[in-house]
T-cell receptor, first 114, second 111 residues
Framework: GAGVSQSPSNKVTEKGKDVELRCDPI?????LYWYRQRLGQGLEFLIY????????KSGLPSDRFSAERTGESVSTLTIQRTQQEDSAVYLC????????????FGSGTRLTVV | KQEVTQIPAALSVPEGENLVLNCSFT??????LQWFRQDPGKGLTSLLL???SQREQTSGRLNASLDKSSGRSTLYIAASQPGDSATYLC??????????WGAGTKLIIKP
């Protein structure tokens, strides 16, 4: 596609429920990031995928968080047993795996846990 | 370990002024540097991308420079407008193709 697409754009869920967020990167982009941004805060790194290499999961805040990506395709971020502190905007960005190109961000998913 | 610093953290200027935002990085082994803009409650928009071999990039009223040897980049905004109010972030793409972020400069342009 022309840009990075994230869905849903907004999600309200009850505490304790599981949620799945989706990121459709630009076609051919091998690098993909997930970030979290709480209200009024900076970007918080969650996970980084680069092609078929093992992902860098060092930013995932707890074992309730997981992310999957197969090759250069769609990525899903799953949050199990959501807590109120999970409320944030979740942003996805993708780039080619080459040095030259920059990163493009999606519009984000605003998650509200009530 | 690469570290990116942005100064100032916040800036408020009257409409019409020219202004400069600063970004510095500790390791010159970068592929490129990107300036982004973020409006409150919105995602990030890429403004300018400078390759490590380049000295500057221009887009409209924006001009970004890069001095890789000294680890510095500046974003120059000419004739500022209230619509320029946003948080400006710089990020370097390091030798592992990963993005390292500055903390941002919150810019307010007063009408």
């Amino acid at each position: 596609g022309a840009g990075v697409s994230q869905s849903p754009s907004n999600k309200v869920t009850e505490k304790g429920k599981d949620v799945e967020l989706r990121c459709d990167p630009i076609s051919g982009h091998t690098a993909l990031y997930w970030y979290r941004q709480r209200l009024g805060q900076g970007l918080e790194f969650l996970i980084y995928f680069q092609g078929n290499s093992a992902p860098d999961k060092s930013g995932l805040p707890s074992d309730r968080f997981s992310a999957e990506r197969t090759g250069e395709s769609v990525s899903t971020l799953t949050i199990q047993r959501t807590q109120q502190e999970d409320s944030a905007v979740y942003l996805c960005a993708s780039s080619t795996g080459q040095g030259r190109w920059g990163y493009t961000f999606g519009s984000g998913t605003r998650l509200t846990v009530v | 370990k690469q570290e990116v610093t942005q100064i100032p953290a916040a800036l408020s200027v009257p409409e019409g002024e020219n202004l400069v935002l600063n970004c510095s990085f500790t390791d010159s082994a970068i592929y490129n540097l990107q300036w982004f803009r973020q409006d409150p409650g919105k995602g990030l928009t890429s403004l300018l991308l400078i390759q490590s071999s380049q000295r500057e990039q221009t887009s409209g009223r924006l001009n970004a420079s890069l001095d890789k040897s000294s680890g510095r980049s500046t974003l120059y905004i000419a004739a500022s407008q209230p619509g320029d109010s946003a948080t400006y972030l710089c990020a370097v793409k390091d030798s592992n193709y990963q993005l390292i972020w500055g903390a941002g400069t919150k810019l307010i342009i007063k009408p």
